[in-house]
Each structure stands twice: as C-alpha cells, then as structure tokens.
C-alpha cells in the first residue's frame, strides 16, 4: 500500500484566498483524522472521521474551515477564507478504526501539507 | 480532557549513550498508547505501539513500557546514534473515543 497520500505538499497562497488540501487514507481503513501542526501549538486534531462520518469536530477553529469525506477514500479540508494564522503543517492520518479484536488502533500519518499564508 | 505531556522538550548527547524519553497523561481510561518518529519537514512514522493491556513492546534499540496506573511511559532508546536525531511523539488514545492526543514531543540530537 502507498500509505496515506496527502496534496498539495506545498502551498503558498494570499489572504483571503481559498485553499483545498487533500487526503486519501490507506485502502480499508475506516478512520481519518485531520491534524494541524504548528511551533506554538504543537498537533493539534481538527477533525475525525469515521466511516465516512464527522465523529468530533470540535477542534475546527472556525466556520471558515469545513472538511468532507464523500466516500471512504477521499477527504478534503477547506479554508476559505484564509489568513495568515492559517499557515502550518496539516497533517492527515488514518487507522483501521473497527474498534475490534484485531484493531490496535494504529495511525499511520500522511507526508503532511505546508500551507503558507501572506 | 487528555492531556499529554513529554519531558524533556530537548536533549543533546554523545554517541553511545543510552536514553529514556518520558511521556506522561491525565487520564489512565486509555485505547493505546504510541510513539512516532518525526524528521525535519516529514511525516509522523509509527515507532511502538502500546495496547491498553500490555506493559511494554520492543522494537530493535527500541523500548517503550506504559503504566497507566502512574499515567506514563517511557521509552528507551539503547546505543543512540547521530541517526536518532528527530523529534520524538507520543501519542495516547482515550478509551472510547479513540481519538489520539499528543504530547508536544521530545527534540533529541545525537551527535557524532
């Protein structure tokens, strides 16, 4: 398996403008997590999935940040519009996410998207 | 709330030396307990994982034991080479939720 595949790698982009980061989770794993890294504020979890679903949104900062997974092997996150704050690492990551006797639970993390804001 | 943290943030050493990074967490109601490997510009790659009912895993020059009683774990790195310089994360899964949160990790240098 390729592992999980994130895009772009880099971005640079202006104030205020839209910016789509994407994530395909490693085949037949059924949970995605959206994390954001940073030097002030270490990984932070935006979002989780689970089959597909938001299971806990809590960690999107604000209404300008929405992220969908249509179908188990694509999920985007969208910021819209962006501000230099924005600028970090964002991480997707996937696990097994069956919750059974053979699921450890393990993540496996993406290469990571470098989002930068002027 | 979980709340995970890692000591030291920082540790330079010689060559050779055996190390013990430290992670800590609030809540001992946990899935599992992991630590990751990050380099300068990567990904997280998965090092040990620790299920909620066992005590340690070994992997090569690697070891990590968990005691949720106290809410730590350590892991052990033997013999450290200028190769092990990264950055070092744990991460822990609450049990229930499944959802990891991390410490702010452990910034190791190794040199020569």
């Known amino acids: 398996d390729a592992g999980v595949i994130q895009s772009p790698r880099h971005e640079v982009t202006e104030m205020g403008q839209e910016v789509t980061l994407r994530c395909k989770p490693i085949?037949?794993?059924?949970?995605l997590f959206w994390y954001r890294q940073t030097m002030m504020r270490g990984l932070e979890l935006l979002i989780y999935f689970n089959n597909n679903v938001p299971i806990d949104d809590s960690g999107m900062p604000e209404d300008r940040f929405s992220a969908k997974m249509p179908n188990a092997s694509f999920s985007t996150l969208k910021i819209q519009p962006s501000e230099p704050r924005d600028s970090a690492v964002y991480f997707c990551?996937?696990?097994?996410?069956?919750?059974?006797?053979?699921?450890?639970?393990?993540?496996?993390f993406g290469e990571g998207s470098r989002l930068t804001v002027l | 709330k979980q709340e995970v943290t890692q000591i030291p943030a920082a540790l330079s050493v010689p060559e050779g030396e055996n190390l013990v990074l430290n992670c800590s967490f609030t809540?001992?109601?946990?899935?599992?307990l992991q630590w990751f490997r990050q380099d300068p510009g990567k990904g997280l790659t998965s090092l040990l994982l620790i299920q909620s009912s066992q005590r340690e895993q070994t992997s090569g020059r690697l070891n990590a034991s968990l005691d949720k009683s106290s809410g730590r774990s350590t892991l052990y790195i033997a013999a450290s080479q200028p190769g092990d310089s990264a950055t070092y994360l744990c991460?822990?899964?609450?049990?229930?939720?499944?959802?990891?949160?991390f410490g702010r990790g452990t910034s190791l240098i190794v040199h020569p």
């Open positions: 990551a996937s696990s097994l996410g069956t919750a059974g006797e053979y699921d450890t639970g393990e993540l496996f």
């Open positions: 085949s037949g794993h059924n949970s």
């Open positions: 991460a822990v899964s609450a049990g229930g939720s499944y959802i990891p949160t």
């Open positions: 809540d001992s109601a946990i899935y599992n």
